[in-house]
């Protein structure tokens, strides 16, 4: 078993920046992927970034790119998600993820890819 737990979330003004955190604990040596999902009132739950943690690889939703930054802390388990310039339309429960196997060989931007979950830190970005 792997445990998230997620940190960093809060309110800004649009253009402002935030970064999240997510640490890992338990039998992370199983851990091949960690993402960043988003979930807006009535709306489904999205990709914003994910990493694959041996090879480094990164993958952002267009809407994000250039703005958001993805990275990881090996040693300590833990990953990052550095937000700059931040939007009114990045408000949203920001959900932690980690996953072994069907995110390696499947797609890993979508959410049943990943077996475990963070209990989720919100974001509000006003105008």
């Known amino acids: 078993q792997v445990q998230l737990v997620e940190s960093g979330g809060g309110s800004v003004q649009a253009g402002g920046s935030l970064r999240l955190s997510c640490a890992a604990s338990g039998y992370t040596d199983s851990i091949n992927c960690m993402g960043w999902f988003r979930q807006a009132p009535g709306k489904e739950r999205e990709v914003v970034a994910n990493?694959?943690?041996?090879?480094?690889?990164?993958y952002y939703v267009d809407s994000v790119k250039g703005r958001f930054t993805i990275s990881q802390d090996n040693p300590n388990d833990t990953v990052y998600l550095q937000m700059n310039s931040l939007k009114p339309e990045d408000t949203a429960m920001y959900y932690c993820?980690?996953?072994?196997?069907?995110?390696?060989?499947?797609?890993?931007?979508?959410?049943?890819?990943?077996?475990?979950w963070g209990q989720g830190t919100q974001v509000t970005v006003s105008s």
């Open positions: 990493i694959y943690t041996d090879a480094g690889v990164t």
């Open positions: 993820a980690a996953g072994d196997t069907l995110c390696f060989f499947g797609d890993s931007r979508r959410p049943p890819m990943y077996n475990y």
